[in-house]
């Protein structure tokens, strides 16, 4: 049984999205036990509108909330009831096996690293995203967390990259590039430059060279590897061009009686593919190289997204993908 501590007061949609994610999650496994952190009145009135397996939910009151505003440090310090530390310290002191929160990514990258704490050995935990592409999913590492990495951390975001891709989501070999601005070796910045022979050198990764973010939709790599700045404006990008365009298909379908017969007769293969680029169906972006299992799902989160966040935290746990990492940079 995996025990996933969830942030019930984080994110645009909370208690409400966040407690219906919890109830779906448990109800679609059984091997999940949810611990719904948060005050327990607003947790409770919530819970009151589902019929659930209560062994399997219990509440864990937190007294404060975290705003998204707030200083990521100072809240963290500051407000040691707050539902993110409460939820982080479960994990620290082994009473659950992860911990999610869609709640502030500040406070939750601070809070990982001071309150659960770093695997021996790793320098920078990335925050990395699965992107959903033409041939499944790619593994943006990292998009958040480090906006002025060294190429040292780079290499170790394509390690523990490639160890998740593999053992997660199932990839034999999964192929490890760099994000540039060509694919000429020659080509990039002064980071990308001096990362990029150092990952060439590594063994126990498959580097297949440099990609450009053009070709990240058709999955031409499985694990891209860049620094949080760059990887945080190719996220941001990338949900925006394809909301936009999803927004486009459908208005142009509907604008004339033609348009909507032929959406009619499109719509079980539209929904396939509408489906298949759905953020939501992948959950949120571990925080990887943490001793326990730390996810950040979308502030906007409804509760699919936080459904499939819960669960993505079953094979990580059950893969041990925390022993590979450090097997892997202790090697």
């Known amino acids: ?17 966040i407690v219906k994610g919890a109830v779906d999650a448990v109800a679609k496994r059984s091997d999940i036990k949810v611990t719904l952190v948060g005050r327990k009145t607003d947790i409770e009135q919530e819970l009151s509108k589902y019929t659930y397996d209560r062994e399997r939910v219990q509440i864990l009151h937190a007294s404060e909330v975290i705003e998204t505003g707030e200083p990521p440090v100072a809240s963290i310090r500051g407000k040691k009831d707050s539902s993110i530390v409460v939820g ?10 992860a911990f999610v929160s869609c709640g502030s990514t500040g406070a939750v990258l601070v809070g990982g690293q001071l309150i659960a704490g770093k695997i021996k050995g790793v320098k920078r935990p990335p925050l990395a ?8 999913v790619s593994l943006l590492i990292d998009c958040g967390a480090n906006v002025d990495a060294r190429s040292e951390h780079l290499v170790q975001f394509a390690k523990m990259g490639s160890i998740y891709m593999e053992h997660v989501v199932g990839i034999r070999k999964p192929r490890v ?4 601005i060509g694919v000429e070796e020659e080509k990039g910045n002064a980071l990308v430059k001096e990362t990029y022979p150092l990952l060439k050198e590594c063994s126990d990764i498959n580097f297949i060279g440099s990609i450009e973010a053009r070709e990240i939709p058709s999955g031409a790599a499985d694990v891209i590897v860049c620094e949080a700045f760059v990887g945080n404006v190719a996220l941001k990008l990338y949900e925006g061009v394809g909301s936009t365009l999803m927004k486009q298909i459908k208005g142009a379908m509907l604008s004339s009686f033609r348009g909507k017969i032929g959406a009619l007769l499109a719509k079980p293969s539209l929904k396939q593919v509408l489906k298949k680029f759905d953020a939501s169906e992948y959950g949120g972006a571990p925080l990887l190289g943490l001793n326990g299992l ?38």
């Open 294 to 331: 730390v996810v950040k799902a979308h502030g906007s989160s409804k509760a699919k997204e936080v459904t499939n966040a819960i669960i993505q935290c079953v094979a990580f746990t059950e893969q041990k993908i925390n022993d590979k990492i450090r097997e892997s940079l202790n090697a």
């Open 177 to 180: 590039a760099i994000l540039n």
């Open 129 to 136: 995203p699965l992107l959903p592409t033409e041939k499944g």
């Open 1 to 17: 049984m995996i025990t996933v501590a969830v942030d019930a007061m984080g994110g645009d949609n909370a208690p409400v999205e």
């Open 88 to 97: 982080l310290k479960q994990v620290k002191d082994k009473q659950a096996d």
